[in-house]
Nanobody
Framework: QVELVESGGGLVQAGGSLRPSCAASGRASEHNKKAWFRQAPGKEREFVAAISRSGGTTHYAPSVKDRFTISRDNAKSSMYLQMHMLKPEDTAIYYC????????????????????WGQGTQVTVSS
């Protein structure tokens, strides 16, 4: 059984930073891929970033590239999303996701690739 729990969201002014975390129980540290998605009110869930098991391969949505950094610590069964230069349009509920499926760059952006999801953490960026 795998459980994912996000924390570290909050309210920040535009231009600020946040670092949400995702703690995993069970065998999630062995999963080949983990990712962050987000969902704003009235919008579909969208891909933010993904990371391979070793952490050596990452992918980002164009809207967050060069501002966000995804990382994972398998020894602590944790994943992080360092967010800098936050914008009001980054406001959303941020979800972590995990999957034992192989890390395939063409597929990491699809929510259907992930079997396990956290409950989400709210990130609000004020202008």
């Amino acid at each position: 059984q795998v459980e994912l729990v996000e924390s570290g969201g909050g309210l920040v002014q535009a231009g600020g930073s946040l670092r949400p975390s995702c703690a995993a129980s069970g065998r999630a540290s062995e999963h080949n891929k983990k990712a962050w998605f987000r969902q704003a009110p009235g919008k579909e869930r969208e891909f933010v970033a993904a990371i391979s098991r070793s952490g050596g391969t990452t992918h980002y949505a164009p809207s967050v590239k060069d501002r966000f950094t995804i990382s994972r610590d398998n020894a602590k069964s944790s994943m992080y999303l360092q967010m800098h230069m936050l914008k009001p349009e980054d406001t959303a509920i941020y979800y972590c996701a995990s999957s034992p499926l192989p890390y395939t760059p063409e597929l990491v952006r699809s929510p259907a690739q992930y079997s396990y999801w956290g409950q989400g953490t709210q990130v609000t960026v004020s202008s």
